[in-house]
């Protein structure tokens, strides 16, 4: 009910609305993505990467004094100890082992942040597949260390100079760059965005999230699901990997964290659920930020992974269908939260995450209610703006 | 239907077809661009309505969009710089854009409006083919407007067919896998795909498009269809040299 259907909706929203000269590409992708997926050749090899490569299951973790704070029993899922430090390379060992199956030679992906350009590279590096990651010019210098990371895992990373320079940019780049390579390339999306089937494929990838959630919360709750699940989203990867299980539980509550930035009417601001409203952004059906007149216009997030004027089709329907509950937090309030964490657990999040975290000071919980936080990544890339915001 | 699209294509010559982005480089050059054209033997005209997000174009489009939507371009401009545009205009008049901005102005009042200043027809790369024929259609057709659809080297035969069927105008060749302005010229991949269309008989001309530049590759473009189009190029002119160098441009061509 919540997931795609047969046409590639969700709901209203989805679908592939993309140039011709783009058509051959997706179609491949969504005839193949299914039965690829479903190989058991596929499936071993996958997890066989998840378990030793990634270190999956990521732990399942009661957050004792946390949930003391709140008189709530949270428990965080520990994305963070993924390899290269967040959910995102799920998604990439997924897509890289389907670009081979389609005999692709040549991958492409866009980063905001840095996170999913180096968990691209990584992938890359891994099956020795040549990389080019399009990021967009002001982020190259606002998130240098990652892309000296991408840099040594061999990749090549091209400036993104159309628009605004940033993570909307980078994707139209490297959509640009996928129409002039119509045959050899696989364009590795890093969020539950773009043309069907790329947000069913991703959410599919990320899916093993909640599905260890599932089995965790069996053994330390004698309880297959949470009361709460609560996630960030910015295009929605992390959060649609940790709903996926429970989407057609009606019992367990939706919760969808945006980055309000400076505050959600400020004029800098990502909360795309609460400023959005439907149009098409790279090739997608969907809620966007956008003047009266359909241009796109510029997110702001403290947070670069949030720092997207869209959210993937799923979230738009879990927002506008009531199944999700959707809240933003302020640059301020995140940022608070994360210093929060790290006093309280010895875990230092990903300010993107910290917006997930906080959450609690305003939204109260039951005492025994059990309250799943992904905790998408970790906080190593995000210290230079943790040093000036609290001057450490 | 029978609009002037239609009429043009049934002339015997081969066609020139010419894109710009509408408030590029000033927001009132529209109406006079289009003049010029149409003084100068342009026989048909895409009009680009600018787009924040143009994932089909090149540098050269993307940068004469940005420019244009800084210069106040937007839908409702356009339309009111083209009220009265068939007081003076009479070729084929198409408006080129990506979807969304139409889908925020609604598509239904979109072709309404378009029918009323006298638009021909429509080329949207992002709407695709299956969409169209689903829920946009009969609009498209109440208000006299053909829908142009784009093909690629890369098109199967099933899938041209199909467009060729669903077409009422012609169909736009895109001449390689490229994004707008890439100029690699025609080679003979080009050429056997051009003589692999032409030779499929289809019911709607083809017009090329994607890399144009010159009278080379005009006379390569059009030995296998109907006309050509060239937009990268005329927004390069329009940047070195304004509205006063269409004529000698156009008259470079043929
Ligand atoms: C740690 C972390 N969390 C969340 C996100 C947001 O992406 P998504 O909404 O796709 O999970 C990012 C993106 O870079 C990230 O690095």
Redesign the pocket.
Known sequence: MYNVNEKGYYGEFGGAYIPEMLYPNVEELRKNYVSILQEPSFQEEFHSLLKDYVGRPTPLYFAKRFSEKYNTKVYLKREDLCHTG???VNNTIGQILMAKRLGKSRIIAET??G??GVATATVCALMGLECIVYMGAIDIERQAPNVARMKMLGATVVPANSGSKTLKDATNEAIRDWINHPTNTHYIIG??VGPHPYPDMVARFQSVISEEISTQLSEKENRTAPDYVVA????????AGAYYHFLDHPAVGIIAVEAAGQGVNSGKSAATSALGNIGIIHGSKTLLMQTADGQITEPYSISA??DYPGVGPMHAHLFTSGRGEFISVTDKDAMQAGISLSKLEGIIP?I??SHALAIFENRKFKPDDVVVVNL??RGDKDLNTYIKHFNL | MNNRIQKKLQQDKKLLSIYFTAGYPNLEDTVPILKSLEANGVDMVEIGLPFSDPLADGPTIQDSSTKAIQNGMNTATLFEQLEDIRDHVSIPLIIMGYFNPILQYGVEAFCKKCKDIGIDGLILPDLPLAEYEEHYKPIFQKNGLSNIFLITPQTSDERIKHIDAASNGFIYMVSSASTTGATSGFGNEQQSYFKRIQAMKLKNPTIVGFGINNKETFKAATEHSKGAIIGSAFIKLLTNKGIEGIASFIKSIR
């Not at chain 1, 960030?232 to 959060?239: F, H, K, M, T, Y």
């Open positions: 967040a959910h995102k905001g942040a996170q999913h969020s539950v960030c989203v910015g295009g929605g990867s992390n959060a992974g949030l990903a993107e995450t998408s990544g």
